[in-house]
């Protein structure tokens, strides 16, 4: 087992990873960019090192600065968290190239599952259903009307190496394919570096469900339930609740089936998440996966019982898996609010800015996750996620009453948050009665 950590991240993800590593008898080192120096996830950690200014490019992204960090705390892993470079490639090859354990996937994973093209071509050969869509990139205006006319619309429009919503375009007529596809291709470009673009059938009123799995470096991989995260505002998570109130113990068994096959044909190492679409008529399509922990990893660990994040440290150590597939239970219920410093009613802004007062809500059944602290100054530098509440009840019904008492104590001033917002969610009739898919929020909150 490892002796030191270091933790390439910050806020929620780092606390929880200190938190993990301490609970392992693991050293940790935390690091910061300038504006972060009272962040608490540098209090926390038994070591804090500055690694760059307040961009992220200078700081978080800086590879260089990280890896001398690693090298002169004497850390033997780093844990990259979830976004910055958790899904680099190049980094997680630097780390192997110095000696320095990634714990995630190795390089060539997330090289291929990085690349939704790849990574659709990929699952296509191990036999796993994927969304109908165009062979290969779309090169040109005239590739994107043809590949449109084959496919039938209404159509999406993908970058390749997209995330976090960026890059995608429905189209649902002819007239509006070529705008649609130059605007994605240079939002891609500009976000990402690569306009490759490629083309897939829109599945109408889906659900995004993903499936948690666990891979270790002896072959043995299993997956832990499914999670739903339709309740989206454009392609960004909302709410997440596990397990999914459309899924039957059939579909999650054929699914989470489909989930290992994905997986092991691709020799997938550590957590990892297997992403698709399912249609209202039962069907499910492979959309993508993401080589990482996930910010909504808390809901399958309170309906499990398994920490994900320790998870991760023993695989990469080079443990085997402690589980089974048959050690798997799905015990109640679980339903995560993102709690975010923005303001719904200007167009979600951002509100960065000093945490005057801070109440969390507590009682059985119900999880902070979160680095704020009263005085903390929230930066504009970064995403705004404050943190993430979490509750677990024996049922669906059970959980989303937590979840109201919960949102009702969660008091935060000095910035606005997001807290009504999740409350009015939670008490939508259709929410309630699990009549939702992916455009839940456009067409319950059309004024917002």
Known sequence: ???????????????????????????TVAVYSEVDKTALHTQMADEAICIGPAKSKDSYLNMQNILSATVLTGAEAIHPGFGFLSENSKFAQMCEEC???????????IDNMGNKLKAREIMIKAGVPVVPGSEGAIDSEEDAISSAQKIGYPVMIKASAGGGGRGIRVVTKEE??????????????????DDTMYMEKFIEEPRHIEFQILADEHGNVIHLGERDCSIQRRNQKVIEEAPGVAMTEELRKQMGEVAVIAAKSIKYKNAGTIEFLLDKYGKYYFMEMNTRIQVEHPITEMITGVDLVKAQIMIASGQVLPYKQKDIKIQGHAIE??????????????CPGEIKSLHLPGGNGVRIDSAAYQGYKIPPTYDSMIGKLIVHGKDRQEALCKMRRALGEFIIEGVDTNIDFQFKIVNNKNFINGNFDTSFISKEFKNI
């Open 99 to 109: 000696n320095i354990k990634f714990i995630g996937p190795d390089s060539q994973n």
């Open 1 to 27: 087992m490892f002796k030191k950590i270091l933790i390439a991240n910050r806020g929620e993800i780092a606390v929880r990873i200190i938190r993990a590593c301490h609970e392992m008898g693991i050293q």
């Open 337 to 350: 609010c993102r709690i975010n410093a923005e303001n719904p009613s200007k167009n979600f802004m951002p």
């Open 176 to 193: 509006d394919l070529i705008n649609a596809f130059n605007t994605a291709k240079t939002e891609s470009k500009t976000a990402f570096g």
